[in-house]
């Protein structure tokens, strides 16, 4: 029952916050206990393709920085 309720909680919590990754990975971890592991598998590919859109902002935000940087020493 209690992995059942985490399972309820975190899929509630991924609705609310879908770029929150440590719900998907609280997800992924309640389906897997429950030998839900395609499903699991799935919460965790929605992990990383967080993880790679962050990395990919985060890398433009530098980029700019960079620039802006460049701009201001000219």
């Known amino acids: 029952y209690a992995v059942h309720k985490a399972s309820q909680d975190a899929l509630k919590s991924t609705q609310i916050m879908p770029t929150f990754t440590r719900s998907w990975i609280n997800l992924g971890h309640s389906?897997?206990?429950?030998?839900?592991?395609?499903?699991?598998?799935?919460?965790?590919?929605?992990?990383?393709?967080?993880?790679?859109?962050?990395?990919?902002?985060?890398?433009?935000?530098?980029?700019?920085?960079?620039?802006?940087?460049?701009a201001q020493k000219t």
């Not at 393709?49 to 433009?60: L, N, P, W």
């Open 31 to 70: 389906l897997r206990f429950l030998r839900k592991y395609d499903e699991a598998i799935e919460c965790y590919k929605v992990v990383a393709t967080i993880q790679i859109d962050r990395s990919d902002e985060m890398k433009e935000q530098i980029r700019k920085k960079k620039e802006a940087h460049r």
